[in-house]
């Protein structure tokens, strides 16, 4: 069977009869997706890999226990899970780092974000929305809007788009690469001229 054959409701309900190849199925349909999302969120690629590898763990859990309430919504589901788990990260690295601070008679911060926090967080929303508004695609930008900003599922994406499961994922992995590539060319500062004789 290939990648994609089953819907999301039914990889759910051979997880709960106990197929390991659904399993296995589970994990490489969504591997690359949820990997791009934590990704994303998180720099450390230590602390991304095992937020990637606890996402499915938990995922696979939950579906066997029968914690997933609308199946045919799987992609948003898994989505929820790892972005828990980011900001569970989060919480860890904050509390580890509060207690390794000596004390001073500084006044404790307040856990809420700072205004820094705020300020570089508005500004890489921003830049992902003009990465996105810059692709020359119309499709491109639906698709990669649609499953990584507003979960939705992709049964309802290829409807929309009137192409199959496996042409999603075609097309889903080329909007990947060039929203990358995008990407990279607006976040590198451009090189700075050096005057003649100064080299």
Sequence with gaps: MEIGDSTPAALVERIQTGDRSAEQELVERYSRGISFVIRQLVSDHDAAEDIYQETFRLVLEKIRDGGVREPERL?????????????????????????????TDQPIASPAPSQLDGLLRAEKISLVRRVLASLPSDRDRQILYRFYLADDDKDEICDALGVTSLQFNQILCRARERYKKLFEEMTVEPKKKIPPGME
Excluded: D, K
Aim: charge should be positive; glycine fraction near 4%.
């Design 75 to 103: 992609s948003g589901f898994i989505t929820s899970i790892a972005r828990n788990l980011v900001v569970e990260q989060f919480r860890r690295v904050s509390r580890r780092r509060a207690r390794e601070e000596p004390e």
